[in-house]
């Protein structure tokens, strides 16, 4: 399960010098004059319609291999979930559309396999062009549009490379621009792009067996969304083969405003058997198949998959059933030998991360939590050599300049609320120097060669900018200038933005949590809506740019406000490791601790509490240990028997259930569901292969034989992300707020 957000969130009010330091930074002048923009009253039907309130939110961001343009995916005007790809020069700053998604749009469905995998990568909503990548000549670029591959030119111009009706998935171009690859139907199929036809290098004919493509744990809960890999050379293909016969069938019934469908589905549930999936070398042509050896035990997981520079190695990371240890194999490219070449082990559960680089010396930059934080580290042979320190947490590397022993990363050395871009010299010694503006939260991609850097910025008064930089962080050009001007969308809003206040308290055990809070202006007292997340592998309280719901809120009247409990991560493992084995529990007392210091304050009325996924779950737990001390709960899609979710993410932090009843038992939401007393809504789509909709049938047969009254709303047809029916998911809401707690008004 990784975290469903109800919005953006940040930290205490800039200085004026603070904001001054920004806006000049992000070239938006502080004392510009702007025209006069009549003042409009935000509507719901606002908030989620197009074009975006917070400006352009481009995705998938890179640089051409030589450096010239700048590449993203960008939502349209009239259409903010349609996305086509536009270039960026480096040099002059030009923008120009490369592919119009509309213009190749077939209207063919996307197969269930493509449909569930957008789901798990969190953009179910988005249409046209979800991902690209660009050929190693920098002259073109592969394009999936609609389940089908077209190759783009940067003259504009298109070649489509298949026309089928199956949908091809997982498409990627091979490292020295030679081949093209993909996946149909559980066959991965290698076409040259001089010219042929493709070609099948890996396949069975059972539909229990795939090979090319992660499977179905590896994508929701390891992070992993890739199942083949390149060599650099373009020599061989590393290659997983799923096989789900082990995994139990499971019935899932997906119920829609036009019928129900019942699909039979492989699901791994806690404690039971996941899907046999191995390792495979192939060569382009199908010839020279070779299997890796990953050690005795067939029960793990492959975490991660990296070409040494070389060619000549492959390294695996294999993560323990437990995921309390983590191996890293070298494995050698001809014959699949392999040997540890060094681990990680941890008395909770090993964080998985995507800081791993192999380096042209033989060594590899890795991250380890090994300290107590996450941390950069330098692999020689398996030797590690500890680059950053500190008692604080490096997010992700982000690249690496090998002749001059630079590298970059994310990462919260000034704060737990500010991500940041730093620099670093690899020498002994060194410290990381921050390249970026101090108030804020910074994204960065960077090519290569460590040269240049994308960097994504945003402030809680400024939407998210994007520019390319200088290693120092210098900006070169705008990619996305998005400056909140009088031709902004979010300009008639902008007088009654509301800057969010930041604060921190003390958990029992010392340790210190953040928390954010927007009110309207004046005494009060208003009603509070405490939005609640919970859960691990979770972040919410930063220096982001306000999600317009929130201001809308604030607009009606309510105050909002939000706790990173224990748990959450990127504050160390001493700060995350009290749920394991006790979900529900720390959480759960500190978002009480929490609500009380809200109801001490003179400008709080009654409290509600809303969350989804994990935070559903929360609000059910909260209901639960304190009948009476909310005025409502909002439960959306909430887990309610960890024995119905997935391996993966419930064995990490609860254990296996056929060992650890008891454990499930007590942090589950259905023992202790008679406690409820205050009103509650659930809300949950009726096709959600995530949480799946019989962990709220479960809590409705239990509130029933309870004689408990709740509020129901169904989504028939709708998956977790429920695309599409957020303005009727806030009427919801809004209404139920309104009968319970104080009218709304909306």
Known sequence: ???????????????????????????????????????????????????????????????????????????????????????????????????????????????????????????????????????????????????????????????????????????????????????????????????????EVAGEATPKVSWGVAEFIAQEELARFDGHWWAPDDSRIAVTRVDETPVKQVTRAAIGADGTRLFTQSYPAAGTANADVSLWLVNPDGTGRTRVDLGPSADIYIARVAWAVDGKTLYVQRLSRDQQRLDILAVDAATGASRVLTSETAKTWINLHNSFRPLKDGSILWASERDGYRHLYRLMDGKPVQLTSGRWAVDELVGVDEKRGRLWFTGFADSTLEKQVYALDTKAGARPVRVTAAGGWHEAVMDEAGQRLIITSTTPNQPAQVWLADGAGKRLAWVEENRLDAAHPYAPYRAAHVTPEFGTMTAADGQRMDWRL?????????????????????????????????????????????????????????????????????????????????????????????????????????????????????????????????????????????????????????????????????????????????????????????????????????????????????????????????????
């Open 518 to 746: 927007l009110k309207p202006a004046g005494p009060g007292p208003f009603p509070v809506l405490m939005q609640v997340y919970g859960g691990p592998h979770a972040h919410n309280v930063h220096k982001r740019f306000t999600a317009p719901i929130e201001q809308y809120l604030v607009s009606k009247g309510w105050a909002v406000f939000q706790l990173d409990n224990r748990g959450s991560n990127n504050r160390g493992k001493a700060f995350e490791d009290p749920i394991h084995r006790a979900m529900g529990g720390v959480e759960v007392q500190d978002q009480l601790q929490a609500l009380q210091w809200v109801k001490s304050q003179p400008w709080a009325g009654k409290v509600a509490v809303n969350g989804w996924s994990y935070g559903g779950y929360m609000v059910l737990k909260l209901l639960e240990a304190a009948p009476g001390a909310f005025a409502a709960g909002i439960a959306g899609a909430p887990v309610t028997r960890w024995e119905l979710y997935d391996t993966a993410y419930t064995e990490r932090y609860l254990g296996n259930p056929v060992s650890d009843p008891a454990v499930y038992a007590k942090s589950g939401a259905l023992r202790d569901a008679g406690k409820i007393k205050d009103p509650l809504l659930l809300i949950h789509g009726m096709a959600d292969d995530n949480v799946v909709f019989e962990n709220s049938t479960a809590l409705m047969t239990a509130l029933q034989k309870a004689k408990t009254p709740f509020d129901l709303m169904v989504y028939p047809g709708a998956t977790h992300a429920t695309p599409g029916l957020e303005v009727h998911g806030w009427i919801t809401r809004l209404r139920f707020l309104g009968r319970t707690v104080a009218p709304t008004g909306y």
């Open 1 to 199: 399960m990784r975290p469903q957000s109800f919005g953006v969130n940040m930290r205490k009010m800039m200085t004026r010098t603070a904001l001054m330091a920004a806006t000049m930074l992000l070239g938006v002048p502080a004392t510009a004059q702007e025209p006069a923009v009549p003042r409009q009253a935000l509507t719901l039907e606002r908030v989620f319609a197009s074009p975006s309130l917070s400006g352009p939110r481009p995705r998938v961001l890179k640089l051409s291999p030589d450096g010239r343009l700048a590449t993203l995916l960008k939502g349209r005007a009239d259409d903010k979930d349609r996305f086509d790809l536009w270039a960026v020069d480096t040099a002059t700053g030009q923008s120009r559309m490369l592919v119009d998604s509309a213009k190749l749009a077939t209207g063919n469905a996307l197969s269930e396999a493509e449909r569930m995998n957008r789901e798990r990568q969190r953009i179910a909503d988005v249409k046209g062009i979800t991902t690209y990548g660009w050929a190693p000549d920098a002259r073109r670029l592969l394009v999936p549009v609609d389940g089908d591959l077209w190759v783009a030119n940067l003259d504009g111009s298109v070649q489509r490379l298949t026309t089928t009706p199956e949908t091809e998935t997982d498409a990627r171009l091979s490292p020295k621009g030679g081949y093209a690859s993909f996946v149909r139907d559980g066959h991965l199929f290698v076409q040259p792009l001089a010219g042929g036809s493709a070609r």
